[in-house]
Structure formats: C-alpha cells, structure tokens
C-alpha cells in the first residue's frame, strides 16, 4: 500500500500535523489529516507496527474531529471519523449476498487430498493445476462491498444467501478500510469475503475478565467475534478489539471497456493486491505449489506451528489458483469444487465427570471445579475445569457420572461444552451447590443481579491467603520468591496475616525454616524492598478491588495526585473516567470508603511503599486558573469529562470530588443530577454552562 518514500513522508507529515495547523487552508488539512490517520491505523492494526503514541494519534483525531466539525461540508464517507458510531441499532435488517456465501468441503489426511486433486484435473481437464494454500481462520464470516472505491455494506454470512447487514459495526473494525484504490483498476464494485477474528491475547484478556466478573468464558474466539458482530451497541463492539482477515473476491464489476487487470487473473495476485490496498489478508502465510504432495508437505508442516499464529486457525485452505479454471470447475449447492479445507486433528474430546470441588477466591466467591478422568487435548492433559458459578451447572444440566464434551482451543481455559446426555444410565447424581462456605462455614450469600455466591466473611482464611498472594502477584507488586508455596507456608506458621506484613516479616523465624538459605532470604528481602518503588496504579491493581483490572487501575492512578484523593470520589464522578462504568464505579467507591481498607492503606504508606501518581503531583499548577475548583455534571456534549478536567489542570485549577464550599465552579450539561442542585442552594458557586466553560478555557489562553 505503501512504499517506503511514502511512509517517511507520512511521518513527517503526522509529526508536522501535530505541532502545528494550517490555519489557510483548512481542506487541505482535512485531507492530510486523513491520510495520515489511515497509514497510523494501516500500521497498527494492519501491520501491527504502531508508529505513534496513543497521545499522538489521539491528538491528531480530535485536530480532524474539529475541522470536521466546523466544516461539515467537507465531511465524507470514508472519513476515519466516520468509524464513530451515532447510536444503537435496534435490529440488523436481512440483506443478500451478490454471490452465495458456501461452506467448504473438508478432508483430515493425505489420501482426501490427493483424491480431491484428481478430481479437480478430471473437471480441469488437465494434468497441470497451481494450488494455493492458505490458514482457514477460526472466526465469523463477513461480506464487505465497495461501491466506487468506498465500503457501502458489511454483512453476516447468514444462511450463506442471506446475511443481516452490520455495517455500522464493521467500520468499528479499524483494520478494515472504509475505502480503498479500487478505481485505479478500473473496479467499479467488487465484493470481498473474509472472517472477523479476534487477537489470541486480547482474548484470553476477555475470558480473564469475564471469569474475574462471575461469568463463564467463551468457549472459543470464534463465538467471541461472532457474538460480538451482532452486538446492537456498536460503541460495545469497538471495545473488543476485533480485527479481520479478507482472503476471497467472490465479485466485481469493471468499468466500460476495461480489461480484467492482472492482479484479477489468479486467487494468490488477487489477495496480494488487497493485502497492497491496506487489507489485512494471509498474503503473508500463502503458498503456491504444483504438487498436491508439496501442499501435503506444507500442511503437516504448517499444523505443527499452528500455535505460533496470533490468531485460531483450524485448518488450511487449498485453492485451484487460476481463477479461468475455477470457472470451468463450477461448485455444487453447497461448496465450490475449486477449493477444499485440510481441518486440523480437533482440540475436542470426552470425558467422565467424577466430582465437583467448590473453590472460594480473594472476592469470596465461590467456584465450582469440575474434577475429570484426565484427556489431553491440543497437546495438554486436562483434568479440571472451572464451571464459574451455579448457574452455568444448572443450564448445562451437568451432573456427576456425566460423559462431558471438552474443548480447548489455543492457550483458552478448558471449557465443557455440554454433557452426553443420550449416554447417560440413570446412575448420574445431581450436583448440589453448598449453602455455606467451604473454608470458614460462613453462611454463602448472592447478590441479586450477580451469579456467584460469595463468602463476606472478609477473614475467611482462603480469602487472606488469595489477596496476599494477588498483592505479590507479576501484575501487580511483582515481589518475586513470594509466591502461592511461600504465601501459605508463612501464613500456617504465622509469620504473614496480612498484606501490610509483608513489609515486616520476621526474617529470624524465615531464616530458621528448611530451604531458606541466606541467598534466598537475601533474595526475597530485595523483591520486597524493590516493590515499594512500583508505580501507583500495580498499587491499585494489587489491593484486589473487585472488577478492578490492570488497565482500570491505570486509569484510577492517572486521574489522581495520590490515592487518597479516590476517598472523595462518588460514583459520579468515577463514571467519568473512560472505560469505569457504574458496576466498577460502585466497586472502587465502595473499597475506598471502608474502614479497614483505608487502614492497610495508611499501614502501607508508613512501610514507605509509593501510592502518590509522580508524573501527577511534579505536574505545573501555576496558570491562569491557580487556585480556581472546578466539578462537572451531567453530559456534556462536546467534550469528554476527562479532557474538560484536563484543562483545568492544565492552567492551574484543580478538580473537586463533591459540591462544597470549596467549590469555585460547576460545569453543568444535560441531564444535571442532585449536585445542581446542591450547588444553587449553596448559593456561592459560579454555575457555567460548557459553551461558558469553554470561553472560559479560551480567554485563560
């Protein structure tokens, strides 16, 4: 898509963009804004290659955002604003397909291959035929039509005729491109299939989070994307971090007189002309051979690196090349002849369900383990899986004795997709979820709108040891020789009750018990001593809030001088910051407002361990709006929350968490709450409107 002038060009031309605007020719501007913008998301999530920082790519949208906005009328489709969804969709209508969407024939071994292939000679009618070989994604189908060089629909594959159109949910999916140099070809439409796919690690990410939220995870990436493409919010599918791959031109139409180009005469030129165009295609992984024993070679060879791929594959996809001969090789009603998928050996087996352990965790809740006559599947023996909560037991119908179906795919928890229940003998027993805690005997409780019943019994031994280990933890405090072996030794023994103690453990009693030498005592002092240094957000992370991930503790940490300032912060204004919704908010507010939690943090803070944002507190608050308070209510329409209080930090005001005397200004958009009102009966605060904020922010310079 690119050459390499070209994107030294478009560097200079980013970094031009950001230092400074063309404040004569505002088109112009527009344009180079574009251009850039789409090479910095060709090279991320294209290329994943990013060339900018987040700032700087964020700087550079808002600029177009703006101009955009005081412009409209040089607005235009393929704009990268254009990705922004305006609301949510309350159905997604049925659209057809230009050219059936069809399913694949599949073989498992050499001897369907080479018999595949002497049928497509036979139907060829010669001896000689080019295969192309490529991965087959374990993702969602989508369809995707320029019209023009411009993306104008994106559907589902549907039945295969007919699919529901999601285009607004496709142009969340920044690795597709809202237009491309089709024209140039002289293409005037041209229909393109692929699959929707989601990253290895940003999926384990979701499972991770969804299991720390009580839910059971998604047994594969495959229903993650496809789940996620029929998501009616399409501001939620932006979030999850799809990304595509497009290996098929199944249509197109040329202009008046134009010849097919070359890159349209074989399947391997026509995926390395989108991969060129800024598509995300396998041009990278096909292959091209003249011996179906050359493509069997290759896919025995391929499927032992399959892990090594950033996303599932489960398979390879055999293609006749030329696309003359697919023509004269046509396709059934059900898959083309021209093409056939080699599938990998399954990541599925069965197994006995034996028993059910319940495991309590450092929020309290309650998990029930599946215990199963050890399988190995994709290269790992499993013999325990976590079923997540009772209702997961209860909808799957599981009981003990059950013959189960488990899958695992890729580095995914292993997962029971359902029990055989027509192999069942009427010996199975119902599994009973225990009404009390398994540790401690508390009574268990559940919340009315969670699934996990939870132990609030917060000195439930299990819990203690859970929290100090988390506290330890890589992600968090990274106190290297503390791990779950050590962290229940010590806490047995006494010598550990509490996180705080951590930082004045008894190293006579430590050096005393077998298998800690002097080295490893040496060791295990340092780690701790080192992880008073850690930033302010592994801190957050590490005091295990509940919902609270690493990249919501970062947020927390980046919004304050010092944790202490999260003592103030109601719901509201915790729903300010990106990615907090009221269920965190709730959480955080909640943790930071009880008693004993506030008193580990003065303990830790007295052991010398960091808990103030650096970056933050050294920040300069001299300016225009020195000694000036600001808060901020209701909706406010043309900017963020956090980038209004930005600006007032940034000339010297400073942000309050409530509606008090101390407060200077209240910046009100729509649908003001209680603190409105508040503020009117305090009768001393100045009430602004955002335009008046913003004229505020202007005349401060």
């Known amino acids: 898509m690119y050459t390499a002038?070209?994107?030294?060009?478009?560097?200079?031309q980013a970094k031009s963009l950001i230092e400074?605007?063309?404040d004569k020719n505002f088109e112009q501007e527009i344009q180079q804004l574009r251009e850039v913008i789409n090479y910095a998301d060709w090279k991320y999530y294209v290329q994943d290659e990013p060339v900018l920082s987040d700032f700087e790519y964020d700087t550079l949208f808002k600029?177009?955002?703006h101009l955009e906005d005081s412009y409209p009328e040089l607005v235009t489709s393929d704009s990268p604003t254009q990705r922004v969804a305006k609301g949510i969709s309350e159905k997604f209508p049925p659209v057809s397909h230009l050219v059936p969407m069809l399913s694949l024939d599949n073989t498992y071994n050499a001897e369907d291959l080479r018999d595949w292939d002497r049928r497509c000679k036979e139907l060829a009618e010669t001896e000689e035929i080019e295969y192309c070989v490529e991965p087959k994604y374990d993702g969602a189908g989508i369809s995707l039509i320029y019209e023009d060089g411009k993306l104008t629909r994106g559907a589902t594959r549907g039945d295969g005729v007919m699919g529901e159109e999601i285009t607004i949910n496709i142009k969340q999916i920044k690795a597709i491109p809202l237009s491309a140099a089709f024209t140039k070809k002289h293409v005037e439409q041209i229909e393109i299939r692929g699959e929707v796919v989601i990253h290895k690690k940003v999926f384990d990410a979701f499972n991770k989070q969804r299991v720390a939220d009580g839910l059971a995870p998604l047994a594969n990436p495959r229903n993650a994307a496809s789940g996620t493409l029929r998501i009616l919010d399409p501001t939620e599918v932006r979030k999850r971090g799809l990304t595509a791959i497009l290996y098929h031109i199944s249509y197109y139409t040329l202009g008046k007189g134009a010849q097919r180009p070359k890159e349209l005469e074989t399947h391997y030129d026509a995926i390395q002309w989108l991969y060129q165009l800024g598509f995300p295609s396998p041009a990278k992984e096909m292959r091209v051979y003249n011996k179906i024993d050359d493509v069997i070679e290759h896919c025995h060879a391929f499927e032992k690196r399959r892990d090594e791929l950033p996303f599932e594959v489960d398979g390879l996809v055999i293609k006749v090349n030329h696309f003359n001969l697919q023509d004269r090789m046509g396709q059934t009603t059900h898959h083309p002849r021209w093409a056939v998928a080699f599938k990998f050996k399954a990541r599925q087996a069965t197994s006995v369900l034996r028993k059910?352990?319940?495991?309590?965790?450092?929020?309290?809740?309650?998990?029930p383990v599946a215990k199963i006559d050890p399988v190995p599947i994709g290269g790992v023996t499993v013999s325990s899986i976590s079923l997540f909560n009772e209702d997961v037991v209860r909808e799957k119908d599981l009981h003990i004795g059950d013959t189960v179906l488990v899958e695992r795919a890729g580095d995914?928890?292993?997962?029971?997709v359902k029990p055989l229940t027509e192999l069942r003998t009427g010996e199975e027993k119902k599994i009973h979820f225990p009404t009390h805690c398994p540790v401690c005997g508390e009574l268990l409780e559940k919340a009315q709108d969670e699934a996990a019943w939870r132990c609030i019994n917060i000195n439930c031994p299990v819990q203690v040891v859970e929290r100090m280990m988390h506290f330890a933890s890589k992600d968090a405090m990274d106190i290297r020789n503390l791990g779950e072996a050590n962290v229940n030794k010590?806490?047995?023994?006494?010598?550990l009750k509490s996180i705080p103690d951590i930082y004045h453990l008894d190293w006579d009693k430590i050096q005393a018990l077998e298998g800690f030498g002097e080295k490893s005592v040496t060791k295990l002092q340092q780690a701790i001593e080192n992880s008073k240094q850690q930033p302010l957000n592994r801190v957050i992370y590490g005091l295990g809030i509940r919902y609270v991930g690493e990249a919501t503790a970062k947020t927390l940490a980046s919004a304050v001088g010092h944790i202490r300032e999260l003592y103030d912060w109601d719901v509201e204004k915790l729903c300010t910051l990106d990615d907090v919704g009221p269920k965190v908010a709730a959480s955080v507010s909640h943790f930071f407002k009880a008693h004993e939690n506030r008193h580990i943090i003065d303990l830790l803070e007295k052991e010398g361990l960091n808990l103030a944002n650096v970056h933050k507190e050294h920040k300069q608050h001299s300016g225009p709006l020195e000694a000036k308070t600001f808060l901020f209510t209701g909706t406010l329409n043309q900017l963020k929350r956090s980038e209004a209080e930005k600006m007032v930090e940034d000339k010297g005001g400073s942000i309050l968490g409530g509606v008090s005397s101390k407060l200077s200004y209240l910046v009100v958009g729509e649908d003001a709450g209680s603190k409105l009102e508040k503020a009117?009966?305090?009768?001393?605060?100045?009430i602004l409107t955002e335009q008046e904020f913003l004229d505020m922010i202007n005349k401060a310079g």
């Open 490 to 495: 010590f806490y047995e023994l006494g010598i």
């Open 412 to 416: 995914v928890i292993p997962y029971i």
């Open 356 to 367: 059910v352990e319940f495991q309590v965790g450092r929020t309290g809740a309650v998990t």
């Open 20 to 22: 400074r605007s063309n």
């Open 680 to 686: 009117k009966k305090l009768g001393t605060v100045t």
């Open 5 to 12: 002038d070209d994107e030294k060009h478009l560097y200079k």
């Open 63 to 65: 600029k177009l955002k």
